[in-house]
Nanobody, 126 residues
C-alpha cells in the first residue's frame, strides 16, 4: 500500500504561481505512477498531470500544458506540481494519486491509480 500526503495549496490572484507537493510512503511499486487531479463541487474529478516516476514520462491535460510542470524527487519519493499563470478556472481541490502504471491516454489518467491523498485547496481569484 502507499500513503499520500499533499501540501502547498493556497489562494492566489490570477497570473500567480503555486507549487504543490505530494509525499508518498509505503510501496514503491504502487507509486510507480503519480499524478495530480482536481475537482470542483458538482463536477467529476479531472486529470491534470501524471508522471511515470521510473521513465520520467509525463502526461498533461490540454488545459494546463505550458503552464503546469510535474516533477518527482526520487530520493524523497515526492511529486511536485509547479503551477504558473494560474487562472480562476484552475480553482479546485487538488488530489494526488498513485498506482503501479500510468495511462497513456489523458482521458483515462485516473483509471490505473489505486491510492489517493486527502486533497489540498487551490483558489485563484480574478
Amino acid at each position: 500500500q502507499v500513503q499520500l500526503v499533499e501540501s502547498g495549496g493556497g489562494s492566489v490572484q490570477a497570473g500567480g504561481s503555486l507549487r504543490l507537493s505530494c509525499a508518498a510512503s509505503g510501496s514503491t511499486y504502487s507509486s510507480r505512477c503519480m499524478g495530480w487531479f482536481r475537482q470542483v463541487p458538482g463536477k467529476e474529478r479531472e486529470g491534470v498531470a501524471t508522471m511515470d516516476t521510473g521513465s520520467g514520462s509525463t502526461y498533461y491535460a490540454e488545459s494546463v500544458k505550458g503552464r503546469f510542470t510535474v516533477s518527482h524527487d526520487n530520493a524523497k519519493n515526492t511529486l511536485y506540481l509547479q503551477m504558473n499563470g494560474l487562472k480562476p478556472e484552475d480553482t479546485g481541490t487538488y488530489y494526488c494519486g498513485a498506482g503501479p502504471r500510468c495511462s497513456t491516454r489523458v482521458s483515462l489518467m485516473a483509471s490505473p491509480l489505486i491510492a489517493w491523498g486527502q486533497g489540498t485547496q487551490v483558489t485563484v481569484s480574478s
